[in-house]
């Protein structure tokens, strides 16, 4: 598929994917949300491609929903296909926790409304310092529970914070951010792409089995309902990658003395 508001470069194994509207801070219209639902849906059945980092283009990461839309009666069609919409647009969040390619976020200037969820929805979010981010939803006359916010945000900061958050609709900055271990790391925004490319290249010095199986097992272990069904989950892993070329090719490489060649097997 040719996209028109992505810009996608594979570098190795990983792809950098950068929305790609800088005009409008990257907001969310109706082409971005097809267009990243199907690249998000894509990435299930793709084995070549083990990382994505994705950031946003020109002076802010994204904006989230574009109002211009709305504004235009463009993204106002009847309730059950306005209902059908929501659900292609938070579909989005969904395949993103789906995909078994870790993702790395890469946030500067505003992070709004869906664009904050875009970060939410991300394994790893690395914020540059002119980063602010907010849930929107509630401060252009909608509930603040939208794209995963009232699901991720909780489990990441707690409720405390994340109802501050959502209530208010109030921006939460970079330093913020990483006191309350919302992001990973705050650099200048400069560095942001260094900063990512290193997180790249310790993720693709790991099997391929064991990176995406340990992003599957968070997924499950973070609504596990006990510390018995998080095991299970741990020792059917354990034992599939056990089981593989790739195990012993470690423990051969390690007793070498080399670097060991993954074929992902």
């Known amino acids: ?31 971005m949300t097809v267009e990243l ?9 793709n084995r070549e491609v083990r990382v994505v980092v994705l950031r946003g283009a020109g002076k802010g990461f994204c904006a989230g929903m574009d109002l211009k839309e709305h504004a235009d009666g463009v993204a106002e069609p009847p309730f059950g296909r306005g209902l059908a919409q929501q659900g292609t647009m938070s579909e989005i ?15 500067h200037g505003a992070a709004a409304g869906g664009g904050f ?27 603040a529970c939208d794209m995963g916010t009232s699901y991720f945000l ?8 994340a109802s501050e958050l959502m ?7 970079a330093q913020r951010a990483l006191a309350t271990g919302l992001v990973s790391e705050v650099v200048p925004d400069d560095q942001l792409e260094a900063t990512a490319q290193g997180f790249v290249d310790d993720m693709l010095a790991t099997t ?32 599939l990658v056990g089981r593989s070329e790739d195990f012993r090719e ?13 074929k992902g097997k």
């Not at 969040?93 to 946030?107: D, E, G, K, T, V």
Request: aromatic share 6%; charged share 20%.
């Open 1 to 31: 598929m040719t996209y028109k508001t992505l810009l996608i470069e594979r570098r190795g194994a990983a792809e950098w994917v950068t929305l790609n509207r800088p005009d409008r801070l990257n907001a969310i219209d109706t082409t």
């Open 117 to 143: 969820a875009f970060a939410l929805a991300s394994d790893i979010r690395i914020a540059g310092q002119s980063a602010r981010m907010n849930a929107a939803f509630i401060r252009i006359g909608l509930s």
């Open 208 to 239: 391929p089995m064991g990176l995406l199986l340990t992003k599957e097992g968070l997924n499950m272990a973070i609504d596990s309902p006990s510390l018995e069904h998080a095991m299970a989950i741990e020792n059917r892993q354990q034992l």
């Open 250 to 262: 470690a423990i051969a490489a390690r007793s070498e003395g080399r670097e060991p060649e993954w």
């Open 167 to 173: 209530l208010t609709g109030r921006f939460i900055n």
């Open 93 to 107: 969040y969904m395949r993103m926790r789906r995909c078994p390619q870790p993702i790395i976020c890469l946030i």
């Open 154 to 161: 909780p489990r990441l900061v707690g409720v405390s914070l």
């Open 37 to 45: 639902s199907h690249y998000f849906g894509a990435l299930c059945e």
